[in-house]
């Protein structure tokens, strides 16, 4: 029987050649959509497995509670680690790690800035599993000054030399000794580095490090096999309490994130490097199931639509004993048939799309992966859900015909198909439009974010680093010789840039002596930082080097911060910096976005010391027709000051724009999508249509011979699927409002959720299915209406 069966599903497959590319090629896009959510999700959950004792080691997290409200940090002191060490005994090991920013590596005439440079405890290779391919990793972070390098780097500095026993000049004050050649650290580890130098480097440059409740660094620790964590984490109040005092351990608290965990469901400030989030397992998954779910659908419609044709077929089976189990089991067959068939044609799909995919996505996922045990399983998941799925009803239901009523010509079934289909095509094309509509509202969202203004002009400026305290203390002369150049507007020193959080410093504000420090916002800046970057002053006055007492005594606050004084005019008031000495605020600006659109605005004081070790970073305002010579220019002078450094420089507007770069990818997947489900519902009410004009041949002939036009047939053969579209219009909306709503929620600053979204979603969706639907019914309208009645 299995043998007849499958004889039978291809000979209908080919006799119905139209209907089953319409379903096969709707099942291979669904599914192709399927195995791309199954590479993407099992990288995300494959990230800092490798380590053996992956399930054993926890990062310590911070929480600590402040007048501006609590914050979350992944960062701790370094003192923490021996501490936790030495006062309880289930801390099996700790490792600290200490990013970084910048450091310029020098080897003979080889001379370059990387950015993945850490500090780590010597213990690193006791907790994870990094292997050294070259080296002893007992040993090879023991001394001071010395260094390990991964495979990449070691053939970028030493090519096929060997580099154990030889050195790297470390921004020109040291050279470390290679000591270790690391494996190529996975792309699956929410940390990646090229250079380990050892935490007895810092601990030697400045012997208080380790020892001291101050700076701050990532803390690991690897705990027993099935411990629980939240037993360690009971003792962390005492442990503060202990070590510290009372109002620390009032103020701080203490907490373990599991390794395996931190890449998926950690997205706190400082992060080591950007993190993903759950969220978007759940958006993928989610939209990957409704797409496949479109596709199943078509096969339902379709097959249900042909159950006419197999109805004979299928009382003639009764009749020579067939029970109800064989013909669902044969259907089901069928539809397994198919979904075995659009299999290769989905993993060819894949291999098509995967490098845009991986673009997309910002991954590097292969198809190898589906060679792996559970993405294997996953794969014939998705083929055997599919044919079930898709099989399910059509199976069920050709099963229940009688075949009496079918053999004498009366099929009853035919309305109650008709509704089934109806709710269907209403299902396909209500998903399709939430879809349409979140990328409306996403693209929608992203311009206002791209269009609002900041409060402060981040084009044509150029930021650049400072590292070295020698450039800081020339910093001035620097200043004067790029204002030399006509196309160089002014030129800004300061702690930071637009972009990235300011750090806390505690004020008292006149009026406030009595009560408790408040930790605010501060960037120490020279005096022309106001001018550069175009804030508005709204009351008062900017820096000015006319008032020697400027450099000492004179902030610049924010309108947020003023209402947070509760003051109505601010210039004047006595404000002190509990850190760096009184002074008298003399201007107020108006409120610009120091951070990412996603936070509210907050309080921010802007002060100047002339020490200019506090300059970080030089901002270059430049004319916008020099851009190539200004940046020419910027190198040379640079080379002048520091000619052992290279310039570390980029144009803030890019810099700025990469805080939204997750909003932007996640509204090209959104497009993306929106499309595929568009495509895949047409696919199938394209086969309906063509269907539907089939089984009314002789009507359209009748009509067209007593007169009807051809617009009339059109309209005639449209409107029933153009109703439909609309009711599943009327479901879609509350389901894409809720969904996207909860979404902009993300932001501080968000747009309204308007009407004309929703009619623009409904209109494409409308005009999409009328123009596919339209193919179909025009051509019906313009056949010979002879032919037509002829077909009987």
Known sequence: MFRNYLKIAFRNLLRRKLYSLINVLGLALGMACCLLIILFIQDELSYDRFHEKAEQIYRVAKIEKRNEGVVNYPLVFPVVAPKLQQDFPEVLNAVRFDPQLSVLVSRENKQFLEQRFFYADSSVFDVFTFPLIKGDPKIALKEPYTLILTEEMAEKYFGSEDPLGQTLSIDNRHDYKITGVLKNIPHNSHMKFDFLASMATEEAENPRYGKLWAWSCYTYLLLPRDYSPSELEKKFPDFILRNRNEQAAKAWTFYLQPLTKIHLHSNLGYEIEPNSDIKHIYIFSGIGFFILLIACINFMNLATARSSNRAKEVGVRKVLGADRSQLAKQFLGESLVFSFIALPLAVAVVEIVLPAFNALTNKAVTLSSLSHQAASLGLIGVVLLVGIISGSYPAFFLSAFHPSEVLRGKLRAGVKSSFFRRILVVVQFAISIVLIVGTVIIYSQLDFIRNKKLGFDKEHVVVVRIEEPEMQKRYEPFRQDLLQNPGIVSVAGSTCFPGINPNLSPFVPEGAEDKEPLKLRHVLVDYDFIRTFGIEVKEGRDFS??????????????????????????????????????????????????????????????????????????????????????????????????????????????????LYRAEERLSQIFSVFSFLAIFIACLGLFGLASFTAEQRTKEIGIRKTLGASAANIVLLLSKEFTKWVIVANALAWPLAYFAMNRWLQNFAYRISIGLWMFFLGAGLALAIAFFTISFQTVRAALANPIDALRYE
């Not at 100047?608 to 506090?614: A, L, T």
């Open 545 to 658: 080097r006319d008032f020697q007492t400027d450099a000492k005594q004179a902030f610049v606050i924010n309108e947020s911060a003023a209402q947070e004084f509760g003051w109505e005019t601010s210039a004047g008031k006595k404000l002190t910096d509990l850190d760096l000495g009184s002074g008298y605020v003399i201007g107020v600006v108006k409120d610009f976005h120091f951070r990412s659109k996603h936070q509210k605005i907050e309080p921010l004081i802007l002060s100047i010391r002339p020490d200019e070790r506090y300059i970080y970073f030089i901002s270059v305002k430049y004319d916008q027709a020099n851009a190539r010579e200004i940046l020419s220019f910027l190198q040379k002078k640079w080379k002048e000051y520091s000619p052992d450094r290279p310039l570390d420089y980029f144009f803030l507007d890019e810099n700025f724009d990469k």
